[in-house]
């Protein structure tokens, strides 16, 4: 059997993707079952428990692979970037409409209907994939009409087919958002999710973990001395970690130090951060 990183593919010794049947050891295999994840943002867990660690999350509109459902618990794997986990069953609904815009700012209200003083019935986070069924001007601010009957900002979301210049400005776009361990929304988000959100943005699907994205983002760069000769949207890994080049010397990152996204020069970076856990381990560019 070829080894398998569980992260990615749905396994354990008492069931798994029917795809890895030949490929892993389980005592029943099963086809996934298409769903779409209906809440704003759904943590997938280590484990079906609710003080089980978050290791990644899905956004609204996001595809994923049910393999089960028990206990109130859906065993899952997004289909964007494959990562397998545990999710409350009642954040999976029916692949009823096909999405055809992905909301565009760090973060947007659902109302209830095209009036920006009614009160609001929810919220998104960039990334999230919507149904516009219509539209609609009230006082002069126009909405994207959902098949719910709920009305976003229509200046907040851009066609599936239109991708950002830049991933950066994407990532900048984050500035100040807090630093959430497992998080990739608007709402909180860490190091790795900045990285794959912000180039999800831009048209580019990465992996999710700071091991994978080291392991397989674009090609890999030898600085030279001092750290010289990185330009804009290059990545800069530690253990564990990752941060985004902005220019030459300064780079943004989701990180606890600040626990915010935040921008920080990378000399002061290597610095402070090799005091715990050593310097650089590679740096990449897109």
């Known amino acids: ?24 050891a389980a005592d029943r295999f099963v086809a996934g079952r298409p769903a779409r994840i209906t809440t704003a943002v759904a943590d997938l867990r280590k484990a079906p428990r609710p003080d089980a660690g978050i290791n990644t999350q899905a956004l609204f509109g996001d595809d994923v692979l049910v393999f089960e459902v028990a206990e109130g618990w859906a065993w899952v794997q997004a289909e964007r970037d494959g990562y397998v986990g545990y999710a409350a069953d009642n954040v999976l609904g029916a692949r009823e409409h096909a999405p055809t815009h992905i909301v565009s700012v760090p973060r947007t209200f659902l109302y209830p209907g095209p009036d ?16 516009v069924t ?21 200046r907040h979301l851009r066609p599936l087919t239109e991708v950002a210049d830049d991933f950066v400005t994407v990532a900048e776009s984050f500035l100040g958002t807090p630093y959430l361990w497992g998080g990739v929304s608007g709402f909180g988000i860490d190091c790795s999710g900045l990285v794959q959100l912000s180039m999800r943005m831009a048209g580019k699907d990465v992996l999710r973990d700071s091991d994978m994205q080291a392991a397989s983002i674009g090609t890999p760069l030898e600085p030279c001395p001092e750290y010289s000769g990185l330009q804009r949207g290059d990545l800069v890994f530690w253990k564990g970690h990752v941060a985004i080049m902005t220019d030459a010397k300064d780079m943004i990152h989701a990180n606890g130090h600040t626990m915010l996204v935040s921008r920080e020069g990378l000399k002061e970076a290597v610095e402070r951060i090799g005091y715990l856990y050593g310097g650089p381990t590679g740096f990449r560019r897109p």
């Open 116 to 131: 920006l003083r009614f009160p609001i019935g929810g919220q998104l986070s960039i990334g999230s994939a919507v149904t």
């Open 1 to 24: 059997m070829t080894a398998r990183d569980a992260r990615l593919h749905a396994f354990r010794s008492d069931l798994a993707d029917a795809r890895l049947k030949g490929e892993v």
């Open 134 to 154: 219509g539209s609609a001007e009230t006082r002069g601010t126009h909405y994207a009409l959902l098949p719910s009957g709920q009305a976003v900002i229509a």
